[in-house]
């Protein structure tokens, strides 16, 4: 919360300024300061970077243009060429999108797994990998990884450990002390939390990790701009405040929907009876504020949200405003439809991400929703 407050030696100001040069004068001849081109190095943007590290528990952490830079470099970076990729059958859809298309063309093999069997998928490291990458909770299923014991496989094997950590957060889960090497976020979700920065991070275990994935950036022009450092800053001090607030009101519509007659299934790690919910108590510090429901069809769908009123249909997840998207035509739209059916991904399936508003407003616009889309069966 206190990142980068009271730092100013200049004026004193109590809030770090925000620097846009985008070039920095030497020292003298051959003698750089700290800081030579806005695309290397930018103060604002260290500021945040020291930020997110710390919140991660890592040795550093580079900020990135995007959530796919985010997800781009470390691919590019840690693995061999032609080197092997073991990702989540069920990951977001720009990131098959990526794996699938650096496979394509020859970059790397993919292949996927279902991380939340642990027995299936410590067999698939061991027939071989060179990068594992994680999601947990995963987009949009809400599987659980069990970080520790995959970490611990894959390295036993050989294999660097990446995990994307965007649903949950550093307040609700933090994978570097479970064992992985890197973590990554869309920086454009929680971690600014107002919809309107475009951001990533990427942060690592080890310094020279970190000077790896730095290098990567920078060389390939993806870090981020100082305004959005700036703004992903401020929106970074009330994370934890953001996360309290959106996960009482995960749970109040969790509630909901498990009564309601209209939902087929809820897909929540705070249930009981969802597959991974000890894991989830274990690993988490609490369940996280995205909550994936099936309402049977694609109809159905249309009903419920098309009448909505505090949820906006739109993409993205975690800023303050509730949003409810269709993952089949809109998050993972680029997963062909086998790919779809064999993550679990329907056409009655719909996401939510609870932002802060009041929760009895939230209940009953999704009751109103479940309402229109029970009569319209």
Known sequence: MRAGINTDTAHGAVVPPVYLSTTYAFDGFDRPGEYDYSRAGNPTRSVLATAIAELEGGAGAVVTASGMAAVTVPVLALLPPGGTLLAPFDCYGGSWRLFDALERTGRLKLRLADFSDLEGASADIAAGADLVWLETPSNPLLRITDLAAISSAAHAAGALVAVDNTFATPVVQRPLTLGADVVV???????????????????????????????????????????????????????????????????????????????????YPGLAEHPQHDLAVRQQDGFGAIVTFDVGTGAAVRTLVEGLVTFCLAESLGGVESLVSHPATMTHAAMPPEVRAAAGITDGMLR???????????????????????AAR
């Open 185 to 267: 976020h869309s920086a454009t979700k929680y971690l600014n939390g107002h919809s309107d920065v475009v951001s990533g991070a990427i942060i690592a275990a080890e310094a020279d990790q970190v000077s790896e994935l730095a290098w990567w950036a920078n060389t390939l022009g993806v870090t981020g701009g100082a305004l959005d450092a700036y703004l992903t800053l401020r929106g970074l001090r009330t994370l934890h405040l953001r996360m309290a607030a959106a996960q009482r009101n995960a749970a109040a519509v969790v509630e909901l929907l498990v009564a309601h007659p209209a939902v087929r299934a809820v897909h």
């Open 352 to 374: 939510l991400s609870l932002g802060v508003e009041d929760p009895d407003d939230l209940v009953a616009d999704l009751r109103a929703g479940l309402d229109r889309a029970l």
